[in-house]
């Protein structure tokens, strides 16, 4: 069979079953196209998409000016490699570091590589600035974290799924209950060894859980008094999902080391970052850390492309005006509703809560069930439900999104 022949839903799901490593279980919806905030399967059936690929499509689908940049680079030069400068790259680098307010940044393609450098940097930092003795740093992070997939970051994951015999573990992490303050300055005063605080300012994988009010700006301000690196992992809150450029915003907190990934590309390209001012980035000397493809002129072009369009089209102000919104109309719906129990979130990074245990099939059946309704979304942990749209949405389709979701929900009433 000829690649670019036209395939059904069912022989691409047979094809992605047979050849295809079994580490992900889609719903059974085989998408072909598309724009905006719609994507089409093959068949021709249009779907709203409420999960954004996980918050990397905030600019919506195929967005023309993301696009743009994309072919134009991709005719002139794609990639150097860093043994070369290359035009693109410092362009890039000096927009992005403005945009954030940081001194440098440090290119990478994937979330759980910027990760890993903003860990790199961290222990660096630690034993060459605060003086903490050779391989005795430790990194504080949150219970049901989640911050990507390599050996390193599932040593400090304690989803059993993720780690269950990927050992052995890599050490040097002190794991805390996430939203919980004098647990951070416990641990802080348990050891003279703390290098760092890993944190999400909203946990998106463990089910939407957003911390109560000051706990970010309280953390910073406990890591700036015991100099230790407040280090956000923006990936999936960033770039305007929660309706602020970045989610420490609402609390205006100015992380050490920020990392993004995710929609800093418009989810066409792999495109991650980390930022720190020079205190800290200098650290890095040339020959120390590295990757093939970060900061590539193609990547570079994409990604001022996806953050001009951010600013060019106000998508915070409209992720936090929709998300309201849409809190507000399924809390009437849940008032006399069995099946949930809760809506929560900021901005349009949202989930509902369903009345199950995390075993049952309920979410997911409620999910296949949106999806015949003409809408995708996916559960997070068996009884979560997240609803995470572009941010390009208008409101009227914001309202027939919530009128298919209400209509979904009645169907599942007991
Ligand atoms: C998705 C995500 C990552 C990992 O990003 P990948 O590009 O999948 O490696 C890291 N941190 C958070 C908070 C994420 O949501």
Same mark, same amino acid.
């Given at each position: 069979?000829?690649?670019?022949?036209?395939?059904?839903?069912?022989?691409?799901?047979?094809?992605?079953?047979?050849?295809?490593?079994?580490?992900?279980?889609?719903?059974?919806?085989?998408?072909?196209?598309?724009?905006?905030?719609?994507?089409?399967?093959?068949?021709?059936?249009?779907?709203?998409? =409420?999960?954004?690929?996980?918050?990397?499509?905030?600019?919506?689908?195929?967005?023309?000016?993301?696009?743009?940049?994309?072919?134009?680079?991709?005719?002139?030069?794609? #990639?150097?490699?860093?043994?070369?400068?290359?035009?693109?790259?410092?362009?890039?680098?000096?927009?992005?570091?403005?945009?954030?307010?940081?001194?440098?940044?440090?290119?990478?393609?994937?979330?759980?590589?910027?990760?890993?450098?903003?860990?790199?940097?961290?222990?660096?930092?630690?034993?060459?600035?605060?003086?903490?003795?050779?391989?005795?740093?430790?990194?504080?992070?949150?219970?049901?974290?989640?911050?990507?997939?390599?050996?390193?970051?599932?040593?400090?994951?304690?989803?059993?799924?993720?780690?269950?015999?990927?050992?052995?573990?890599?050490?040097?992490?002190?794991?805390?209950?996430?939203?919980?303050?004098?647990?951070?300055?416990?641990?802080?005063?348990?050891?003279?060894?703390?290098?760092?605080?890993?944190?999400?300012?909203?946990?998106?994988?463990?089910?939407?859980?957003?911390?109560?009010?000051?706990?970010?700006?309280?953390?910073?301000?406990?890591?700036?008094?015991?100099?230790?690196?407040?280090?956000?992992?923006?990936?999936?809150?960033?770039?305007?999902?929660?309706?602020?450029?970045?989610?420490?915003?609402?609390?205006?907190?100015?992380?050490?080391?920020?990392?993004?990934?995710?929609?800093?590309?418009?989810?066409?390209?792999?495109?991650?970052?980390?930022?720190?001012?020079?205190?800290?980035?200098?650290?890095?000397?040339?020959?120390?850390?590295?990757?093939?493809?970060?900061?590539?002129?193609?990547?570079?072009?994409?990604?001022?492309?996806?953050?001009?369009?951010?600013?060019?089209?106000?998508?915070?102000?409209?992720?936090?005006?929709?998300?309201?919104? =849409?809190?507000?109309?399924?809390?009437?719906?849940?008032?006399?509703?069995?099946?949930?129990?809760?809506?929560?979130?900021?901005?349009?990074?949202?989930?509902?809560?369903?009345?199950?245990?995390?075993?049952?099939?309920?979410?997911?059946?409620?999910?296949?069930? #949106?999806?015949?309704?003409?809408?995708?979304?996916?559960?997070?942990?068996?009884?979560?439900?997240?609803?995470?749209?572009?941010?390009?949405?208008?409101?009227?389709?914001?309202?027939?999104?919530?009128?298919?979701?209400?209509?979904?929900?009645?169907?599942?009433?007991?």
């Amino acid at each position: 069979m000829s690649v670019l022949e036209k395939i059904s839903s069912a022989e691409a799901i047979a094809l992605e079953n047979q050849y295809g490593a079994h580490n992900y279980h889609p719903l059974p919806v085989v998408l072909s196209k598309g724009k905006g905030v719609f994507v089409w399967d093959v068949e021709g059936k249009k779907y709203y998409d =409420f999960l954004s690929a996980y918050s990397a499509v905030n600019q919506g689908h195929c967005h023309p000016e993301i696009i743009e940049a994309l072919t134009d680079q991709a005719q002139t030069l794609t #990639l150097t490699s860093r043994a070369f400068y290359n035009d693109k790259l410092g362009v890039y680098e000096k927009f992005v570091a403005d945009y954030f307010g940081f001194d440098k940044v440090l290119p990478m393609n994937t979330g759980a590589e910027a990760v890993e450098t903003a860990i790199k940097i961290c222990r660096k930092w630690a034993y060459e600035k605060k003086g903490i003795n050779e391989n005795e740093a430790q990194i504080i992070v949150c219970e049901n974290n989640f911050h990507g997939r390599t050996t390193t970051i599932i040593s400090f994951s304690n989803d059993e799924n993720a780690r269950k015999n990927f050992g052995p573990y890599t050490a040097g992490f002190i794991k805390i209950p996430y939203d919980n303050i004098e647990a951070l300055e416990q641990a802080i005063q348990s050891s003279s060894n703390i290098a760092g605080f890993l944190v999400e300012p909203i946990q998106g994988e463990a089910g939407v859980y957003v911390p109560s009010e000051g706990y970010l700006a309280k953390a910073k301000a406990l890591c700036e008094k015991h100099n230790i690196l407040f280090i956000a992992d923006e990936v999936q809150t960033g770039i305007a999902r929660t309706g602020k450029l970045l989610a420490v915003q609402h609390e205006n907190v100015q992380p050490d080391v920020l990392i993004l990934g995710k929609a800093i590309s418009g989810g066409v390209y792999p495109v991650s970052a980390v930022l720190a001012d020079d205190a800290i980035m200098n650290v890095i000397k040339p020959g120390q850390h590295g990757s093939t493809f970060g900061g590539n002129p193609l990547a570079a072009a994409v990604a001022i492309a996806a953050l001009n369009v951010v600013e060019k089209e106000k998508l915070a102000d409209n992720a936090e005006r929709l998300g309201v919104i =849409f809190r507000e109309k399924l809390k009437d719906y849940i008032k006399t509703s069995n099946t949930v129990t809760m809506v929560r979130g900021k901005g349009l990074l949202n989930a509902i809560v369903i009345n199950d245990t995390e075993e049952s099939e309920t979410a997911w059946n409620i999910c296949v069930k #949106l999806a015949e309704n003409g809408l995708l979304a996916k559960p997070t942990h068996g009884n979560i439900i997240r609803f995470a749209p572009p941010l390009v949405m208008t409101e009227e389709q914001l309202l027939d999104c919530i009128s298919i979701i209400t209509k979904t929900l009645q169907e599942f009433e007991k």
